[in-house]
């Protein structure tokens, strides 16, 4: 019953999944990122953010599937079915967990705003990491297009990603 | 139905950019391929099921071909794993 009243006053039109700013900062084209694995669309098509605040949180209602043990990225799967890469910073899979700190584990379920991780910018930075964080749609390939609104400072929740089903 | 076993030697193991390189060369054949390791088993065409195995070093992973193509896909993903994992 609850879900069925949800699904009515869904924002929107159903042929259509957002995607919010799970970072605060700078929205980027994916080709600008200098990793090809990314700019190459090699996960997927998608979006980049220079973060400006160190702080990570859910982009959409859903299903946490993926949290590497490195913490360096997840992976969500939205409830429309979108599969969601975060990844923060470029190569920071070698910082094995340092500067990151987690606040939720696969199998949670997750809502937009939910705070998913912490990560100390400064730390990374003098690591010599680029925190340019990539976020992809893993399943791109599902979808007619996928829209992304680049160019802007976003704040957390802010409408980033258009996924047209 | 062809079989291949690997055991992965990479120093991080089965992380997302060897995962989306898996995915894309297992995507140029029509066979089906599946992945798995002591955990679970998925399709070796999804980004998602390749990274959601959390292959680390020293594991092995068993990888399936099954279709017209097979042969061909076998070698492509022999040759990519021993190159890159």
């Known amino acids: 019953m609850l879900n069925k009243l949800k699904e009515m006053f869904r924002k929107g039109n159903d042929n259509e999944i957002t995607i919010l700013s799970p970072i605060e900062g700078q929205a980027c084209d994916i080709t600008e990122v200098s990793d090809p694995t990314f700019s190459g669309k090699l996960l997927g098509d998608g979006i980049a953010i220079r973060p400006d605040k160190g702080r990570m949180v859910s982009p959409v209602s859903g299903t946490i599937a993926i949290f590497f043990d490195t913490k360096h990225a997840c992976t969500i799967i939205s409830d429309e079915g979108a599969e969601i890469l975060i990844h923060i910073g470029l190569d920071t899979v070698n910082l094995k967990g340092k500067y990151f700190t987690s606040y939720k584990k696969e199998g949670d379920k997750v809502k937009p705003g939910d705070l998913l991780l912490e990560f100390n910018m400064e730390g990374i930075k003098e690591a010599g990491y680029d925190l340019i964080s990539p976020i992809v749609i893993c399943n791109s390939g599902n979808y007619s297009e996928i829209k992304t609104h680049t160019g802007n400072k976003v704040k957390e929740l802010e409408p980033i990603i258009q996924i047209m089903q | ?85």
Do not use: Q
Request: charged residues 30%; hydrophobic residues 40%; negative net charge.
């Open chain 2, 1 to 85: 139905m062809k079989e291949l076993r690997y055991v992965i030697t990479d120093e991080i193991g089965l992380h997302a950019r060897p995962a989306g390189l898996l995915v894309s060369t297992a995507s140029k054949f029509d066979c089906n391929i599946k992945i798995k390791n002591k955990t679970k088993e998925t399709d070796a065409k999804s980004i998602l099921g390749v990274m959601s195995l959390g292959v680390r070093t020293g594991e092995e992973i068993i990888l399936t071909f099954d279709g017209e193509d097979e042969e061909k896909a076998y070698e492509a993903i022999k040759t990519f794993l021993e190159a890159n994992l």
